[in-house]
T-cell receptor
Framework: KAGVTQTPRYLIKTRGQQVTLSCSPI?????VSWYQQTPGQGLQFLFE???????NKGNFPGRFSGRQFSNSRSEMNVSTLELGDSALYLC????????????FGQGTRLTVV | QKEVEQNSGPLSVPEGAIASLNCTYS??????FFWYRQYSGKSPELIMF????GDKEDGRFTAQLNKASQYVSLLIRDSQPSDSATYLC?????????????????FGRGTQLTVWP
C-alpha cells in the first residue's frame, strides 16, 4: 500500500509570493491534516479536511488555506509569503476524522527568502 | 495548561538501558493516544497506539496509559543508538469552544532521546 505522498519535497520562494503544496493520502483514507513544523514551535496544526469539508482549523492567519478534492487529495496554499513561513509542512492521512491514527508524508521543506 | 505536555529533555541513556518518556494531557474525555518517533530531518512515524488503561507491549516498546491521572508513557527496553530521535506524544482532544463534536490530534512538543554506546 502506497504511503502519503507530498509534492514538492523542497521549495524556495521569495517573500510576497504564493505557494501551493500537494498531498495524496493513503488509498482509502478520507481525512487529511496539515501541520507546520519549526524548530522553535514544534508541530502546529493548520487544518483538517474530511470528505472535502474543513473539519478543524488551527490558529493561523487567513493567508493559509486548503482544500480537498473528491479523490481525497489535498492542497494547501499560502499567499503573501513571509520569512517566518519557512518551515517543514507535513501532511497526515487518517482513515477517519475525529483524531484517529495519522500517517505522515515526507513533508515539503519551504524556504522563504 | 497546554493540551499535551512532554518533558522536552534531552533524555540521555546508555545502550541497553530502559528509556522512559512521559506525557500528560488535559482532556479527561480523550480516548486515543499515540506515540510517534521522528528522526532528525525526517517526518514523524507512528510507533505505538493505546486506547485502554494499562500496558500495551510491542517488541521493545511498552505504552502505558492511566486515564485517571491523565498520563501516558512510553518505555523503550534495551535501548539502542538507533532509537535516538525525538518522540512525540499525540492525544485526541475535543477542541474547546468550537461547538464541534469531533476531536483532533494534539501533539506534544516532543522529548529528544539520545542513546549512547
Amino acid at each position: 500500500k502506497a504511503g502519503v505522498t507530498q509534492t514538492p519535497r523542497y521549495l524556495i520562494k521569495t517573500r510576497g509570493q504564493q505557494v501551493t503544496l500537494s498531498c495524496s493520502p493513503i488509498s482509502g483514507h478520507r481525512s487529511v491534516s496539515w501541520y507546520q513544523q519549526t524548530p522553535g514551535q514544534g508541530l502546529q496544526f493548520l487544518f483538517e479536511y474530511f470528505s472535502e469539508t474543513q473539519r478543524n482549523k488551527g490558529n493561523f492567519p487567513g493567508r493559509f488555506s486548503g482544500r480537498q478534492f473528491s479523490n481525497s487529495r489535498s492542497e494547501m496554499n499560502v499567499s503573501t509569503l513571509e520569512l517566518g513561513d519557512s518551515a517543514l509542512y507535513l501532511c497526515a492521512s487518517s482513515p477517519r476524522t475525529g483524531g484517529t491514527e495519522a500517517f505522515f508524508g515526507q513533508g515539503t521543506r519551504l524556504t522563504v527568502v | 495548561q497546554k493540551e499535551v505536555e512532554q518533558n522536552s529533555g534531552p533524555l540521555s541513556v546508555p545502550e541497553g538501558a530502559i528509556a522512559s518518556l512521559n506525557c500528560t494531557y488535559s482532556d479527561r474525555g480523550s480516548q486515543s493516544f499515540f506515540w510517534y518517533r521522528q528522526y532528525s530531518g525526517k517526518s514523524p512515524e507512528l510507533i505505538m497506539f493505546i486506547y485502554s488503561n494499562g500496558d500495551k507491549e510491542d517488541g521493545r516498546f511498552t505504552a502505558q496509559l492511566n486515564k485517571a491521572s491523565q498520563y501516558v508513557s512510553l518505555l523503550i527496553r534495551d535501548s539502542q543508538p538507533s532509537d535516538s530521535a525525538t518522540y512525540l506524544c499525540a492525544v485526541n482532544i475535543l477542541p474547546s469552544g468550537r461547538g464541534s463534536t469531533l476531536g483532533r490530534l494534539y501533539f506534544g512538543r516532543g522529548t529528544q532521546l539520545t542513546v549512547w554506546p
